[in-house]
């Protein structure tokens, strides 16, 4: 069985994240997507409602399963027998940084492999830091995300 990682902050999740996960699971046997405390970075929702909301936005993906971690991701994905990290590119401008995380999961632990899924051009321009200032600004942000995210960020910034 390959069972593969999707980690990262996904805070919040957009549409470009969701279009990379689909087609991971579309190769893997298992797509584990994995909240990920990142300790560079100010969250701007919980870990719990990250959680709660991917799993809103992938409820009908059936090889799909959400969980969170505090820690190195490829301790993670060795305590889990993942045979790949997926990681999602954007732009050429993330393929630098995406790069030297895959050379130094690669280092950590070699037999745990690094695949990159480029999102489909629609959504090169979502970032999780874009929806979030739209948010913020009380402004539409239901193209970038899917609904479940959508609802529940209206609802806390629009209602509020």
């Known amino acids: 069985m390959k069972t ?22 579309d190769i893997f046997d298992k797509v584990i997507v994995v909240v990920s405390v990142n300790v560079n970075k100010k969250s ?4 719990e409602d990250r959680v709660m909301l991917i799993k809103e936005s992938c409820k009908d993906i059936q090889n799909v399963e959400v969980d969170s971690y505090n820690g190195l991701t490829i301790e993670y994905a060795k305590k889990r027998e993942a045979n790949v990290l997926i990681r999602g590119l954007r732009a050429v401008s993330d393929f630098e940084y995406e790069m030297q995380l895959s050379q130094a ?29 739209i948010a913020v600004m009380k402004g539409d942000i239901s193209k970038f995300v899917p609904p479940p ?3 529940f960020l209206e609802n806390k910034y629009m209602k509020g």
């Open 149 to 151: 995210v959508a609802e």
């Open 44 to 47: 701007f929702l919980s870990i």
């Open 105 to 133: 999961n690669s280092a950590l632990c070699s037999e745990i492999h690094t695949v990159f899924l480029i999102t489909k051009p629609k959504y090169n321009f979502i970032s999780s830091g874009t929806v979030r200032e």
């Open 4 to 25: 593969a990682i999707y980690p990262g902050s996904f805070d919040p999740i957009t549409k470009g994240h969701l279009d990379v996960l689909k087609r991971a699971a």
